[in-house]
RNA sequence: GGGCGACUAGUUCAGUGGCAGAACGUUCGCUUCACAUGCGAAAGGUUGUUGGUUCGAUCCCAACGUCGCCCACCA
């Protein structure tokens, strides 16, 4: 035995083997698990898009859920852990934009057939990364119903979602002021604009007043929009300007003539308390406008470039340019008062950073007013609830002042508008908004409202949990419990989990594009999987942010180490393991009584932590336990016992026990190490650990 | 501008209204028959600052500071 096994554990020649094991055995897929296993307990894996590959945070996410998969399979779940991507619109046509540019073609020399079957080629390649590298972290998927929201089935589920909205009303078609990426060429919903701090210049400009010396002063920072001016507008209490309301003001350059108004929207306290009044290029601006029935002239057009409405000096040039043309007219008629820097938050576009444009669009709209209040009313009743409880103020706070959803995307890759001569596709999110039930089956097992008997559909929905980032909150969670609500008439899971977002370790952002990023999969090579997730799962206590520390990698192989050799020595100790002790029936010693003691509570202390998700906690417990009670104390004691002939025998049921036991529950944790040695364990009956009873039934 | 969170050992973090803990790192001693990815020991802290409540505060409350995050139509 002592040769047979080697005193270092090296997981790179265990965890590709037992991962295949269980692939082999099928437990990943419910319909396959044991009989005793009825109770149906389902998650829907937040769907990663297939641009993407995996980040530490993904790691963090698969790791939490696959922990709950595994303890509920082994406490006789019909356990469904439900696979997927996302085709994820914007983010995939970029993607393959870019790698056309690369080869001097682009989406428009292409043409729209033969580029989407380009996309439909790359998803092909690389689509799945992040599944094949779930994989390699242990995760326990049920990868026979991996679901892909382009699939002709959820397409088809799209369909029917956007023609009930249609039928109910709740879907309108109108010119409305949008925010717009002008390089990608589409509207933007307010969620997926992202704010970037840029160092400005307010401009001060004189718009003089008609028949008179004077003149009013407003503040900008975008002097080129002036061009499409209809009006200036001051605070109605504002006493600075009381003489001026009402009167014409000449506009500088295109010298156009624009009344003084009063809203109330207008702050006295920024600038000089006048503000320029742009109804088609600001979105409060397109607010005063409605009120007071101003004209909109339109000098941004949708490529990003000035209208004809900019007339001569700005026609056909880029924002930016016409900027400066702009500020130079104005020095020359001398209606420029002054410039001073300003630091203030641009929206940018999430996908590629262009600077957003607010236009007005023709553009489909989903009313929100009906679907936001479900939504709220679902988490107020406590049918979903949050964890931890205080991001439901996030959740609360974007619905109780929601606009309605911009649903139409001017891209090609995404699900069409299913109405007759509608080339536009929908937003992403839209899609996304029905993952929870589109996976399993509906609207095809649907009918009468409710499921069909026997289907997927039926049995696995209502998920159990939602694991996720808080950045998506209102971005996918709110929107699926509405869907939920909408279309199933139930909420699509019981809990949300917010989980950890994993900074660097002097608590910056991860980015990418910073060189600040982790990969999972270098760590993953490096220490291997168990090692990478007892890493993850050390730092996660709470949903406190992580400040991300590579040395608790390093403490998870140390510990698996651990385990590997105290593992060896049982092995060459006894010659049976035994999955159940009663201890009532023999003659322990002191140091046996204390070790079942520290066991028990162990137990249930893992128990009641991994049930409040605290994820950390139960594992820094396992690992105390495992490490100085078992180990420490236990095994130097038991050598002394195993030379005594009357507690020999004893002493060699008590460490197989407790050795199975801790193994059962290190399994969600560790899984691969865990297996591995639960199959050297010379046990009766040999079944996997993976569907091992979790609960201990002796005394 | 509003909201939220964090601040405890060199580092990453637990924790408790009554002597302050873990991991990693550091120092010292051990090739003890499971493990040197180990064992044993040790050093290391004015619990961000200032007030308040209390017999007693690291913990509860208030203000402040620093850092981070989210939301927001101050042009």
Redesign the pocket.
């Known amino acids: 035995m002592e040769q047979e096994i080697p ?4 997981p790179h020649d265990v965890e590709e083997r037992i991962y295949q094991t269980w692939e082999k055995s099928g437990f990943f897929n419910p319909d396959n698990l044991p009989e005793r296993h009825k109770k149906p307990f389902t998650i829907a894996i937040p769907p990663p898009n297939i641009t993407g590959s995996l980040h530490l945070g993904h790691a963090l996410n698969a790791t939490i859920q696959d922990i709950l998969i595994r303890k509920k399979r082994m406490e006789g779940y019909r356990t469904l852990w439900l696979p997927g991507t996302d085709h994820a619109g914007i983010a995939t046509q970029n993607v393959v934009e870019k790698q056309l540019k690369k080869e001097g073609l682009s989406r428009h020399t292409l043409g729209k057939e033969k580029f989407i079957e380009r996309i439909w080629q790359w998803k092909e390649q690389y689509g799945n990364t992040i599944l094949e590298q779930l994989k390699k972290l242990g995760a326990s998927c049920d990868w026979s119903r991996t679901r892909f929201t382009m699939d002709d089935n959820y397409q088809k589920a799209v369909k029917e979602a956007f023609l009930h909205y249609h039928k109910k009303g709740w879907l309108y078609k109108a010119e409305k002021v949008i925010n717009w990426c002008a390089r990608c060429a589409t509207s933007l919903s ?2 997926e604009l992202e ?1 970037k701090e840029i160092n400005s210049k307010l401009y001060y400009i004189n718009y003089p007043i008609k028949d008179s010396k004077n003149y009013i002063t ?5 002097p080129e929009t002036m061009l499409g001016d209809t009006a200036v507008a001051v605070n109605p209490t504002d006493e600075r300007y009381k003489n001026v309301v009402g009167k014409i003001l000449i506009l500088p350059i295109h010298h156009r003539e624009i009344p003084v108004i009063t809203d109330e ?7 000089t ?4 009044v742009t109804p088609a290029h ?3 601006d397109a ?1 005063i406008g409605e009120r007071h029935k101003l004209p909109v002239i339109k000098v941004i057009g949708p490529d990003g470039k000035m209208t004809a409405e900019a007339k001569k000096i700005c026609e056909g040039t880029k924002v930016s340019e016409c900027r400066e043309k702009v500020i130079e007219e104005l020095k020359k008629e001398g209606a420029l008062e002054k410039e001073e820097g300003y630091m ?2 641009i929206a940018v576009c999430y996908r590629c950073e262009t600077p957003i444009e607010t236009i007005p669009s023709l553009q489909w709209f989903l009313k929100m007013d009906e679907l936001a209040k479900k939504a709220i009313d679902t988490v107020k009743n406590g049918d979903i609830i949050f964890h931890p409880k ?1 991001w439901e ?2 959740y609360f ?2 619905l109780n ?1 929601i606009r309605d959803w911009t649903i139409s995307r001017q891209i090609w890759w995404g699900h069409k508008i299913p109405i007759k001569g509608e080339e536009d596709v929908l937003d992403t999110w839209f899609s996304s908004a029905l993952w929870p039930f589109a996976t399993l089956g509906w609207p095809f097992d649907f009918a009468l409202g409710k499921p069909k008997k026997g289907s997927d559909l039926e049995i696995f929905y209502p998920t159990a949990m939602l694991s996720t980032a ?2 998506i909150i ?1 971005l996918w969670v709110a929107r699926m419990i509405f869907s939920g609500a909408e279309f199933m008439g139930k909420k699509p899971f019981n809990e949300v989990i917010i989980h950890a ?1 994993i ?1 660097t ?5 991860m980015s990418k594009s910073l060189g600040t990023g982790i990969d999972p999969m270098g760590l993953i090579e490096k220490y291997g999987s168990d090692a990478t997730r007892f890493g993850l799962i050390w ?1 996660a ?2 949903s ?4 991300w ?1 590579e ?2 990698v ?2 998870g ?2 510990f ?3 385990i590997w ?2 593992s ?2 049982i092995l ?1 100790a006894t010659d049976k393991i035994v999955k159940t002790y009663d201890h009532r029936k023999k003659n322990p010693t002191e140091a046996d009584k204390a070790l079942i003691q520290y066991l028990g509570s162990m137990q249930k202390t893992v128990n009641k932590h991994v049930d409040k998700y605290e994820f ?2 139960a594992l ?1 417990e396992l690992y ?1 336990f495992f ?2 009670e078992f ?2 104390i236990y ?2 004691t038991a ?1 002394k016992q195993l030379q005594d002939d009357e507690q020999k025998e004893n002493t060699k049921e008590l460490l197989s026990y407790a050795l199975s036991t801790s193994l059962k529950l290190l399994h969600p944790f560790i899984p691969h190490i865990t297996e591995h040695i639960w199959g050297l364990l010379p046990h009766k009956d040999k079944k996997l650990l993976i569907i091992e009873e979790w609960e201990d039934k002796t005394h």
Not at 7 to 10: A, D, G, P
Not at 273 to 276: F, M, R, S, T, Y
């Open positions: 005193k270092q554990y090296s307010d969620l704010y407003v503040a900008t920072t975008r929207k207008v702050e006295k306290e920024f600038g308390g006048a503000v320029k600001d979105l409060l607010e203030h938050n205080r103020n996030v706070g974007w002042n808080r950045d209102n977002t900074l370790k002097d608590g910056k952002r730092q206590m709470g406190q942010d992580i400040h520390s040395e608790h390093l403490a192989r140390k698996l180490n651990k050799n105290a060896r020595f060459m950390g906690h820094h105390d490490w100085h180990c420490d095994l130097e050598k």
